[in-house]
């Protein structure tokens, strides 16, 4: 059983940063890419930023220049650092793995999620 378990969220005012965490825990041989998506009352759930085993990210537009992803060292963790936050940026963020190579085979996860309120 893999589980990805998010922290970090929480309320923040316009033009403040977070820091977004999850670590994924179970019997997990290797993780291909590690995201965060976004889902707003009312929206469809988004791709914020990604990120492969190699390092390679991806960012949408919407956010980029203002946020990073990173992965730890131990490639079961991944970061997103939210800087010049906005309140547009007001969603449950959700942490998602792809590519989980373990016993049973490869498969994809979702984290929990985690709320952002980004006030004006």
């Known amino acids: 059983q893999v589980q990805l378990v998010e922290s970090g969220g929480g309320l923040v005012q316009a033009g403040g940063s977070l820091r977004l965490s999850c670590a994924a825990s179970g019997s997990i041989f290797s993780i291909n890419t590690m995201g965060w998506y976004r889902q707003a009352p009312g929206k469809q759930r988004e791709l914020v930023a990604s990120?492969?085993?190699?390092?390679?990210?991806n960012y949408a537009d919407s956010v980029k220049g203002r946020f990073t992803i990173s992965r730890g060292d131990a490639k079961n963790l991944v970061y997103l650092q939210m800087n010049s936050l906005k309140p547009e940026d007001t969603a449950v963020y959700y942490c998602?793995?792809?590519?989980?190579?373990?016993?049973?085979?490869?498969?994809?996860?979702w984290g929990q999620g985690t709320q952002v309120t980004v006030s004006s």
């Open positions: 998602a793995a792809s590519g989980v190579w373990g016993p049973s085979g490869l498969y994809d996860y």
């Open positions: 990120i492969t085993g190699g390092g390679s990210t």
